[in-house]
């Protein structure tokens, strides 16, 4: 292969007479647009082509016009690109500030108004993390099952009842907003005679109009005896009582209003899971229903108040805004099987639509304990869903029996709890998980458990296994907080 060794000699092609182009010639068709800095088909040999005269045949061949044409389109695209890349910048920096400085990023907590976010498990853990320490300086908690509100010091690093001296129900509002409740959802504050507390919590009325947190101070005393019990929500009420009647697996047909907490989850218009209404926004379920490709909000419908799975195909549902699966769940142990549902439009609450309510710490169940569960699951193993919300009073079974080497050989963990019938006969089953396991207590009802898993179904000394609630209830709040 040859190649041309320095410029060929000028030659001029008789194309008759051509004016002075005003302006650059576009490129013959075909021709490359951008200047070529290689010839890519360089001719093997100098060429020539016959030279006739032209009346300008003397003037030296003008540079390439194609030249001037692709540098002033290149000087156009750079301004464009500027410009684009420049807006760009200016919307990701927009984004940046709004999430970073007004708003910590989703599930994150922020500190006071500093711009700092913290994970909710950083919340209220004893560790001082924020820069102003705020992340153990609005500690509040229901605790007991007269939900009375304690306030977490972090200088003595205890929890102290607050006394109901001067107390009112504006600043159990702030306290329920704390806890990651809406103020439309508050229902009452109390104050409960209570004289077995050593140390309280007073309000510092001559404080002025400062944040209640700060006017708080230990004392030894407490005038009034009493100390404050709030409702954030009224929770834990049904309109028609369970009747212990049995016919889930061996349980009865459940009429409307009996477990108005209980809610059916769909996907593709289908029963998947059950759940439970703890705040019009917010669902309890199990973290297993919304594994893998189930944790896409979208995939989910969620219907309320209705007891007949065939009712429901002809309603639209609610739509899920955001799934929250406990961090720490494990998929092959079934450890911390528990998830949260933000709706994307408040539940209306009704006679069979209304929440129930969160253990409390300082709640003990006892073993043996009547509770219940409902759900559209299989009334036999293998079954298919049920068509009826169905429900079956099922005792509680202490741990150290259920982790028996003939019962579940060690795998209950702290995080799970037994309940059932070792004799089998009564139990949940396939559809049931997420739902509730619940129990009448202090005339409320109590979200013990979350149908988690079990060795089939109703299957003697294989009794059902729940999320234990009372363990989840910290994360809860942290999380309804974090995501309000
Ligand atoms: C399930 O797969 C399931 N017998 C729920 C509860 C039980 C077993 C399986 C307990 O949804």
């Known amino acids: 292969m040859t190649s041309t060794l320095g410029p060929p000699p000028p030659y001029y092609e008789n194309r008759g007479f051509q004016p002075e182009p005003p302006y650059a010639a576009r490129p013959a068709a075909g021709a490359h647009p951008y200047p070529q800095l290689f010839s890519t088909n360089p001719p093997s040999v100098p060429s020539y082509i016959p030279r006739v005269a032209t009346h300008q045949s003397t003037r030296p061949a003008a540079p390439p016009p194609r030249r001037t044409c692709a540098a002033s389109l290149r000087k156009t695209i750079i301004i464009i690109l500027s410009i684009l890349i420049v807006i760009c910048c200016a919307i990701a920096a927009f984004f940046i500030w709004y999430f970073v400085e007004n708003n910590c990023l989703s599930s994150l907590i922020e500190c006071g108004s500093s711009g700092v976010c913290m994970s909710p498990s950083q919340w209220c853990d004893g560790v001082s993390d924020c820069p102003n320490g705020e992340d153990e300086t609005r500690c509040v908690r229901l605790f007991g099952p007269n939900f009375i509100l304690q306030v977490y010091s972090p200088v003595s690093k205890a929890w102290y009842p607050v006394c109901q001296d001067d107390w009112n129900d504006d600043y159990g509002k702030i306290a329920c907003k704390d806890m990651g409740y809406s103020v439309d959802t508050y229902f009452y504050s109390r104050g409960v005679p209570d004289v077995s507390f050593k140390s309280y919590m007073k309000l510092n009325t001559s404080a002025g109009n400062i944040d209640l947190y700060k006017k708080l101070y230990t004392s030894g005393s407490c005038g009034t005896g009493s100390v404050v019990s709030l409702r954030c929500i009224e929770c834990g009420l049904a309109s028609k009582s369970a009747s212990i009647m049995n016919r889930i697996v061996g349980g009865s047909g459940a009429v409307l209003g ?13 029963h998947v899971c059950g759940g439970s209404i703890i705040t019009p926004h917010w669902l309890v379920t199990a973290a297993h229903c919304v594994e893998g490709r189930l944790s896409d909000p979208h995939s989910w419908r969620v219907y309320a108040g209705i007891l007949n799975q065939d009712e429901m195909l002809f309603r639209s549902g609610y739509k899920v805004q955001l799934i929250i699966s406990h961090p720490d769940y494990d998929t092959d142990s079934k450890d911390n099987d528990v998830a949260l549902m933000k709706l994307e439009t408040p539940l209306s609450f009704t006679e069979n639509v209304r929440p129930v309510c969160l253990p409390n710490p300082g709640m003990m169940f006892q073993p043996n304990q ?5 759900g559209w699951g299989a009334e036999y193993q293998g079954g298919k869903t049920s068509n009826n919300l169905n429900y079956v009073a099922v005792p509680l079974i202490e741990r150290s029996r259920c982790n028996a080497v003939y019962i579940y050989n060690g795998m209950i963990l702290p995080t799970m709890i037994c309940a059932g019938d070792l004799a089998g006969g009564i139990d949940s089953c396939q559809g049931d998980s997420g739902g509730p396991l619940v129990t ?17 179904c109703a299957t003697p000394n294989k009794p059902g296994v729940y999320g234990n609630m009372t363990v ?3 994360w809860i709040y942290k999380n309804m907080q974090a995501n309000r």
């Open 258 to 270: 009996q477990w108005p907490w209980q809610v059916s989850l769909h996907v593709q218009g289908t």
């Open 370 to 374: 009547q509770c219940w569960i409902s």
């Open 440 to 456: 009448h207590h202090h005339s409320v009802w109590w979200l013990v458990g979350d149908t988690s898993w079990g060795t089939g």
């Open 472 to 474: 989840f209830t910290d």
